[in-house]
């Protein structure tokens, strides 16, 4: 059994990963910023700890996760503000890898997007522009950290059942990927140490999860 912390647990995709990781065995606790969605996270087996990370502290947060094996981000400003965009996509996540360095929480599991990259090739007018840079700045701090990450970069999300079948590659695509996909992908990349190390980009596809996050390793 695993000690799993999932900031932005409130999340479509954070709902599923806490009920499969719940259901296999493990003791995951969801960290969410209002408290009326405390019994959403309930329901999926998980403990429900309300901490606002867009306001804490890195050592704040370390506090927190003192004692955990492994930390999934799925948190996200949700398409606020530019400001609170980079406030918690960018400069939350950054704080939550330092926090973990600190806690001793080596595993670290970022929820990104297809495409994440420092040339995303984006205009400054464009409305995700801000989403896009904050994204690329926290994917990169965490490749220069000593965690054991992986980042995930499903495509656009639907609300399709999940089939446990996925396609992964670098390549646009307008093929997207279900959350319970992308949830069954974070629980299987935790169980995976093969992934460290790796940004893994896909959509909903023909291949079995565990085949495909383990191809060419």
């Given amino acids: 059994m695993a000690r799993i ?3 932005g647990g ?7 990963l806490a009920h ?22 309930t329901a999926t087996g998980a403990t429900a700890v309300v ?24 948190a996200g400003a949700g398409g606020g503000s530019t400001e609170r965009t980079y406030a918690v996509d960018r400069d939350a996540a950054i704080r939550s890898m330092d926090a973990a360095h600190t806690a001793g929480v080596h595993r ?33 701090y965490l490749r220069g950290t000593d965690l054991a990450w992986t980042i995930l970069g499903p495509s656009g ?14 390549s646009p695509s307008t093929e997207q990927t279900s959350r319970e ?9 935790l169980k995976q140490p093969a992934t460290v190390g790796r940004f893994i980009e896909f959509t909903d596809g023909t291949t079995p999860i565990d085949t495909a996050i383990t191809a060419g390793d």
């Fill in 5 to 7: 912390a999932i900031i």
């Fill in 10 to 16: 409130h999340g479509k995709v954070a709902l599923h």
């Fill in 20 to 41: 499969n990781l719940s259901v296999a065995g493990d003791e995951v606790t969801s960290f969410i910023r209002n408290p009326e969605h405390a019994d959403d996270v």
């Fill in 51 to 74: 901490a606002d990370v867009e306001t804490l502290s890195a050592d704040e947060l370390a506090t927190r996760l003192a004692g955990f094996d492994s930390l999934v981000w799925s």
């Fill in 108 to 140: 670290y599991v970022m929820v990104s997007y297809k495409g994440s990259r420092s040339d995303h090739g984006a205009s400054p007018d464009d409305g995700m522009f801000s989403y896009y840079e904050a994204k690329a700045a926290a994917d990169d």
């Fill in 157 to 170: 999300l639907n609300l399709d059942a999940a089939t446990g079948l996925i396609s992964v590659s670098s």
């Fill in 181 to 189: 996909n992308v949830a069954l992908v974070a629980a299987a990349v």
